[in-house]
């Protein structure tokens, strides 16, 4: 049943609450973002920090950037690179809690910052510096700003300004993930389908919205262009590509399960009620616009799932509209059922910190994501001194890692944060393989250190056989225990290859093969 609104008699009052949660669930972000140490990925991203370029393999540059900010005040920290992710994370919180308002006043505005502070999404997601963070930033502005360009009574030149400002966001947006190229393709079917938005597309505002967006992405294309569309190719393989093995149906099952953890099961199906209460003919249209936003970005990743299995972030840019939906669903006091969804949220969503600063929940360590971003410190410093050990042996040496997991997380834990090589082999191509690589600079005779997945059944990687003749030598060295306190998480080994032939494996998948800088 729904409750009946309240008056609002102070528009301040809920508003400045709104304000303050955001504010406080920023600095809790900030606060486990500086003591949590970093994912992979995060640590990827770093690498590229180091490198600024308008583009790269996997994504566009905005995350890189925002790390790259971070780093040059705080250094090469977990607060660091996740300083300005984290802000980035707090805009787009603010942005939909504006939406909110816009729609509905201030107590809307105060459920909306509620729901940002407690679903896993957000409160979860937005403390890691990913091209995730500046893209739900993006959007969340954007769309604001589309709101407000689309307000009945709106005067054409603030109209025109409104539209402005939404063409800036969404590049930044593009140029922060690709797939942010579907806010635009669904406010175009919003304008097109929906009568009483289309006179909109009479007028100069989406015209020279899509103009600023393009002038925005342009370096992003450009670097592209110059280096084969690899990016464009990577991930239209990535999300779209040939079928992977399995069923489409438990792809399906795996995406609508994934969503449902983001947002939790009661709040799952209220945002999908308000996505489709918004469809009534009767509802405003700036509600329409924000519903077929959120109802076609999904739709597009239920069809990636035909193709290949989608994972649970792809689709989180749905849910920024649909956040403020609910929020505007009423003005006044919320229903039971919402009430009890924000209370689930916000308790599983303690729980899942609660256990990243401190393991609790039954979870062995080596299948537990969490614990696999710890015990890389102790990594680098053993390799660091290994390295220190062999140096004077060898004419040269260079440290590398197969994957580029292993070689980011190298670069970031060892102390003197040194370049590393991620050599690839039977391996997914990335940004390694884009800059100079260990065959591109070492001389004949160089030695490698290199830093392998160590197998349980203690037989040689297929890494290093094919690397066995193209050095003269090779041995094996320590066994590294990955640990989180006590507990052994997974193992590396570290190998020890002297006298480079100056040749190398051949490799069909070498991204560079056919098209060498």
């Known amino acids: 049943m ?63 950037w925002l790390i790259a900010g971070g780093t040059r005040i705080f250094g090469d920290t977990s607060l660091g690179v996740r300083f300005f992710p984290i802000l980035a994370g707090a805009v787009g919180c603010l942005a939909i809690v504006g939406m909110a308002e816009r729609l509905a006043g201030a107590a809307a505005a105060r459920f909306a910052a509620l729901l940002t502070a407690v679903l896993p999404l957000s409160a979860v997601g937005l403390v890691l510096a990913t091209p995730d963070a500046p893209l739900f930033a993006a959007i969340a502005v954007t769309l604001l700003c589309l709101l407000m360009a689309t307000e009945p009574g709106t005067a054409p030149r603030e109209q025109l300004g409104w539209w402005l400002a939404a063409g800036f966001a969404v590049g930044v947006a593009m140029a922060s993930k690709f797939t942010g190229i579907l806010v635009p393709m669904a406010v175009t079917l919003a304008l097109v389908v929906n009568p009483r938005l289309r006179p909109q597309l009479r007028r100069p505002g989406p015209w020279i919205a899509v103009l600023v967006a393009s002038v925005v992405m342009l370096p992003v294309l450009l670097w592209n262009a110059e280096h084969d569309w690899i990016a464009f190719r990577f991930q239209l393989g990535h999300g779209l590509g040939t079928a992977a093995r399995g069923s489409w149906w438990q792809r399906e099952l795996e995406l609508l399960g994934g969503q449902i953890g983001l947002a939790t099961p009661i709040l799952f199906v209220l945002l999908v009620g308000a996505v489709y209460r918004a469809f009534a003919p009767a509802e405003d249209q700036r509600r329409y616009l924000l519903a077929q936003v959120a109802l076609f970005c999904f739709l597009f990743f239920v069809y990636s799932a035909t193709k290949k299995p989608v994972e649970a972030n792809w689709p989180a840019i749905a849910w920024i509209p649909a956040i403020a939906l609910l929020a505007a669903a009423q003005a006044g006091s919320r229903t039971r059922w919402e009430r009890a969804g924000a209370w689930l949220a916000g308790g599983l969503t303690a729980i899942v910190l609660l256990h990243t600063v401190r393991p609790f929940l039954p979870i062995p360590a080596s299948r537990d994501p969490i614990s696999r971003t710890h015990g890389w410190s102790a990594v680098g410093n053993i390799v660091e001194a290994n ?82 003749a193209h050095f003269a030598e090779v041995e094996r060295l320590d066994r590294i225990p990955v640990l989180r306190g006590s507990d052994e998480i997974t193992a590396r080994r570290l190998w020890l290859l002297k006298g480079w032939r100056g040749s190398w494996p051949d490799d069909s998948t070498d991204p560079l093969a056919q098209n060498p800088r």
């Open 2 to 64: 729904t409750a009946s609104p309240i008056p609002e008699s102070d528009h301040r009052g809920p508003w400045a609450q709104a304000s303050a949660l955001v504010v406080a669930a920023t600095l809790l972000r900030l606060a486990l973002g500086a003591s949590v140490p970093l994912v992979a990925d995060e640590a990827y991203y770093w690498e590229w920090s180091r490198r600024l370029e308008f583009g790269y393999f996997d994504h566009p540059p905005a995350i890189a």
């Open 387 to 468: 390295g220190a050990f062999v140096a004077p042996t060898v004419p040269a040496l260079h440290i590398a890692a197969n994957r580029y997991q292993d070689a980011a997380f190298l670069a970031f834990h060892l102390p003197s944060h040194p370049g590393v090589f991620a050599l690839n082999l039977r391996s997914r191509r990335n940004q390694y393989d884009l800059w100079p690589r260990f065959r591109d600079v070492a001389d004949s005779g160089a030695a490698l250190m290199l830093l392998m997945p160590e197998r349980t059944d203690s037989t040689e990687p297929p890494a290093i056989a094919d690397l066995r």
